[in-house]
């Protein structure tokens, strides 16, 4: 089997509503659709979903890369050799992992519509039969987030990701309010995403919520600033999540050396798509340590390619892939059951690309043959 082309699609995903986090406010999602075609006349689907913030890439850079670097170098590569996939694209470029995670994405759902089987089973086979879905609070006035929790809890929901990070004393009002409308029963996970800074501004916050009965508080310092994790992780028994602060196994390896975390979020826009992922865990399940599969907040796409890892590793405890349940239009159709995920046992992703609404969405695209 041979890649024969390689088709791009730059689009706007459309929110319900703004995505707001501590240093941008979403008003759409800017993603990059890819389509792989082989001459057996299998295609595949990939998704990246770039944000600067995190790994230094854009929407425009990574439509850039892919069209002149990755796409032209991988015609005539069989889409089967996911080892020899990344090589190449490791060899062409240093980095830019949400875009090597689209085409990674895109030829794992040819393997598994080539075997005939879903992606999970050619990565571990299914371990979990399914998840909880754990809403997420964007950044509001506190009485905004504690109305939204309280709707979300009368659907079902039983867990909460709040979205914090600009003032101390604001953010301690959020949580407060939250906890005190939706119960003692409820879990409730802090990302802070960045917002706090430094290790001294947290310990600072940590003071205010002992008592709020957190799952976790993730991400709190700048993403670089493992020592100051590892120092936070010993002043206090409030679980803590890196996040922005794991792209691959250098940081992993540095995470695990210096006990900085209890969890890690993995997300494959930052790691590289699936294959990276799966090291990561493997990595983390060699000391213990618990991980997340989380999101870019990408379509039906990049979500099921992150349930199809989560969903074969026991060493992944959460998901964070609510993207589509934010978009009031998607490309594909992964499917929620409210307040869980269960995965089908579809080939490929198990998605259906609904090629209209693709094409009413994109912005611009190309075909690299």
């Known amino acids: 089997m041979k890649i024969t082309e390689i088709e791009l699609y730059a689009i706007h995903l459309p929110l319900h509503e703004p995505f707001v986090v501590s240093y941008q406010t979403y008003d759409y999602m800017p993603s990059i659709i ?5 001459d057996e006349g299998i295609i595949g689907y990939g998704e990246a979903v770039a944000d600067e913030h995190v790994t230094g890439e854009t929407w425009e850079s990574t439509y850039s890369i892919l069209k002149h670097k990755l796409a032209p170098a991988l015609i005539g590569q069989n889409p089967m050799n996911i080892e020899k996939v990344h090589f190449i694209m490791n060899q062409l470029i240093y980095g830019v992992p949400t ?148 792209k691959g196994p250098r940081e992993m390896r540095e995470i695990i050396q210096k006990n900085a975390a209890d969890k890690v979020n993995i997300k494959l826009m930052k790691c590289g798509g699936i294959y990276p992922a799966v090291k990561l865990a493997h990595q983390a399940e060699m000391v213990g340590m618990e991980c997340q599969i989380g999101s870019m907040v990408e379509s039906s796409i990049g979500s099921a390619a992150g349930f199809h890892v989560a969903f074969s590793k026991k060493i992944i405890t959460s998901v964070e892939l609510t993207g589509p349940l934010k978009f009031s239009k998607d490309v594909a159709n992964l499917h929620y059951d409210v307040p869980f995920i269960r995965l089908n046992d579809c080939s490929g992703l198990g998605v259906e690309i609904k090629e209209d609404v693709l094409k009413e969405l994109t912005v611009f695209g190309d075909k690299v043959k």
Not at 34 to 38: L, Q
Not at 121 to 145: K, N, Y
């Open 34 to 38: 890819v389509k792989i075609v082989t």
């Open 99 to 246: 875009a090597k995670a689209a085409i990674d994405i895109g030829c794992f759902d040819i393997m598994g519509k080539k075997l005939g089987q879903p992606v999970y089973q050619l990565i571990g086979g299914r371990f979990h039969d399914e998840f909880p879905i754990t809403h997420v609070l964007s950044i509001a006035e506190p009485d905004a987030m504690a109305n939204e929790a309280a709707r979300m809890v009368e659907k079902g929901y039983r867990s909460f990701k709040m979205k914090v990070g600009t003032e101390i004393q604001k953010d301690v009002n959020r949580i407060q309010m939250v906890r005190d409308r939706v119960g003692d029963q409820i879990a409730i996970r802090v990302d802070v995403n960045q917002g706090w800074g430094n290790s001294s501004k947290t310990l600072l916050a940590i003071r205010f919520l002992k008592d709020y009965n957190l799952d976790w508080i993730e991400q709190p310092v700048l993403a670089d600033d493992i020592d100051g994790m590892s120092h936070i992780r010993s002043k206090t028994d409030i679980p803590l999540m890196i996040d922005e602060g794991l």
